[in-house]
C-alpha cells in the first residue's frame, strides 16, 4: 500500500524558515508529479506548489519567491518544501501529495502543522 509521510512542521516566528520532506513507502512506481497543499480550519485546500517527473514546478502567487519545491527521485519519490520568509497566512495543515505514473493514482499524506507566529 502506497502512503506519504510528511515530516518537518512546527512553530516558526514570521520572517523565519522551515522546510517540509515528504517521502513515499510501498511502492517502487514513481510519481510522475508530487506537490503540496495547505489548509485552514473552515477553509478549503488549496494549492501550494507541484513538480513534475521533468522537475518543471509550479507555484501559487502566494508563495512564488518564498517557497521552493524540490524532488529527490534517486530517494524513492522524495519531496521537499523549502519555505522562507514566512507569514502568519501561511499557517495551516501541509499535505503532500502524489499522482502516481501508470495509472494516475492520487495519494495523500495525513499532513503537518505549520505555525507561523507574528
Known amino acids: 500500500q502506497v502512503q506519504l509521510a510528511e515530516s518537518g512542521g512546527g512553530l516558526v516566528q514570521s520572517g523565519g524558515s522551515l522546510r517540509l520532506s515528504c517521502a513515499a513507502s510501498g511502492s517502487t512506481l514513481r510519481f510522475k508529479s508530487m506537490g503540496w497543499y495547505r489548509q485552514v480550519p473552515g477553509k478549503e485546500r488549496e494549492f501550494v506548489a507541484t513538480?513534475?517527473?521533468?522537475?518543471?514546478?509550479?507555484y501559487a502567487s502566494s508563495v512564488k519567491g518564498r517557497f521552493t519545491i524540490s524532488r529527490d527521485n534517486a530517494k524513492t519519490n522524495a519531496v521537499y518544501l523549502q519555505m522562507d520568509s514566512l507569514k502568519p497566512e501561511d499557517t495551516a495543515v501541509y499535505y503532500c501529495?502524489?499522482?502516481?505514473?501508470?495509472?494516475?493514482?492520487?495519494?495523500w499524506g495525513r499532513g503537518t502543522q505549520v505555525t507561523v507566529s507574528s
Open positions: 513538480i513534475d517527473s521533468d522537475d518543471s514546478t509550479n
Open positions: 501529495h502524489g499522482i502516481r505514473i501508470l495509472t494516475s493514482t492520487n495519494y
